[in-house]
């Protein structure tokens, strides 16, 4: 016998042994109950015909003892059924196989290389076919709210990983509401993408806290309303903003695109004009962090792989798995993550220094506390 099937029989008698322990408590619990004959209402009934269930050790054969259990449910008015915790009615495989194979499939195994790949796993396909796989794997979009957080030493911390129906108001009020509730103080700022409903709740939840939106999503929409003749233009005028010396620099160079632009096509222009306050935002604080405050790439990068195979896979799992899923990739990013620059200057910013033209012009009248040195200071959405 090799050491798989020797694992493997280990396993299928422990699965046994547990089964017929759990039905013997069962019915010891009710030996009590009599009919009028005095015959047990609660008794054992034989085995079920055995069936082969998929663990982690392989296939398993399980031959399930059965109970009949004749009391009546009051509620309903039918006979009671016994349930077993171990091993449910109709279960084929274990939690534990199912919720990996969408991890497996997120990673590149496609639904075609699973019978073989899981052949050679547990000795045979354990009855997941093709269509098993993608029904498993396929089941509707995941929409992810991400939050990062950079703390007091200047490293970025993953926060919060929730799902949502959609980029809602209330979805993200709910999410910030949580954080608020396991002590999350208000971030200095939040950098964030045009979903209204992140600015919303943020407003709602945490009206100090200020706003930066993220420039790459800004000038990916500002050209999508530019006709493609003068993108190179256009992109070189957004640089002028965005990598600008100063405050000063930038907003001048909001007006020279205003100008450049302006006339034929208002609709980009207004897009940088009306939010130019939330654009220019990073301005406010430290030169060394201009770099981290201008996008929100630390989530978008991270993410990265996760469409690549989501959009190969054609879906994410179950909302649980696929949330799970997004979770692992963002913890195991964390880890590449660099700090950000000029870490000293984060505990003055959080205690509500003020910086102008790339200068400390004004120092908070008392230290930072340990609890803001020890809480998140910025936060990417």
């Not at 020797?6 to 322990?21: C, I, K, N």
């Not at 084929?92 to 790949?117: E, I, N, Q, T």
Request: hydrophobic fraction near 40%; include cysteine; glycine fraction near 8%.
């Amino acid at each position: 016998m090799s050491l798989d099937e020797l694992a493997r029989e280990g396993a299928r008698r422990m699965l046994a042994t547990a089964l017929e322990a759990e039905v013997d408590a069962y019915i010891t619990g009710f030996a009590a109950l009599v009919d009028e004959r005095g015959h047990r209402l609660v008794r054992r009934n034989g085995h079920a015909p055995a069936r082969t269930i998929a663990t982690g050790t392989g296939q398993v054969e399980v031959t399930r003892p059965r109970v009949d259990d004749r009391r009546v449910d009051t509620a309903t008015g039918g006979r009671r059924q016994f349930q077993s915790v171990i091993l449910p009615r109709w279960v084929r495989r274990s939690p534990k196989v199912a919720a990996v194979l969408p991890l497996l499939y997120l990673h590149g195994l496609s639904s075609s290389d699973f019978v073989p790949a899981l052949e050679g796993l547990f000795g045979s396909a354990v009855g997941l076919s093709a269509s098993v796989i993608t029904r498993l794997c396929e089941q509707g979009r995941l929409c992810c709210l991400v939050i990062v957080g950079v703390r007091a030493d200047g490293r970025k911390e993953l926060v919060a990983v929730a799902d949502g129906t959609r980029e809602s108001t209330e979805d993200w009020a709910e999410l910030l509401r949580d954080l608020r509730r396991r002590g999350m103080g208000a971030p200095v700022v939040m950098v964030g993408d045009g979903a209204l409903g992140l600015w919303r709740a943020l407003r709602e939840v945490f009206p100090q806290t200020r706003e930066q939106r993220c420039w790459v999503h800004k000038v990916r929409n500002i050209l999508n309303a530019l006709p493609k003749s003068v993108h190179a233009g256009a992109r070189k005028a957004l640089n002028e903003i965005v990598l600008a010396e100063d405050r000063p620099h930038a907003e001048r160079a909001i007006e020279a695109f205003a100008t450049d632009y302006g006339v034929k096509w208002p609709k980009a222009v207004a897009k940088v004009t009306d939010d130019a306050e939330t654009l220019l935002c990073f301005f406010d604080y430290p030169a060394e962090h201009w770099v981290h405050l201008r996008t929100t790439n630390p989530i978008e990068s991270s993410f990265s792989p996760v469409r690549a195979r989501t959009r190969l896979t054609k879906g994410p799992g179950t909302r649980g798995t696929g949330l799970a899923m997004v979770f692992k990739l963002l913890q195991a990013a964390q880890g590449r993550w660099r700090a950000v620059n000029g870490p000293h200057l984060v505990a003055l910013v959080r205690a509500g220094a003020r910086f102008e033209a790339d200068r400390l012009i004004e120092r908070p009248d008392e230290r930072p506390d340990k609890e803001a040195g020890e809480g998140i200071d910025k936060v990417a959405a």
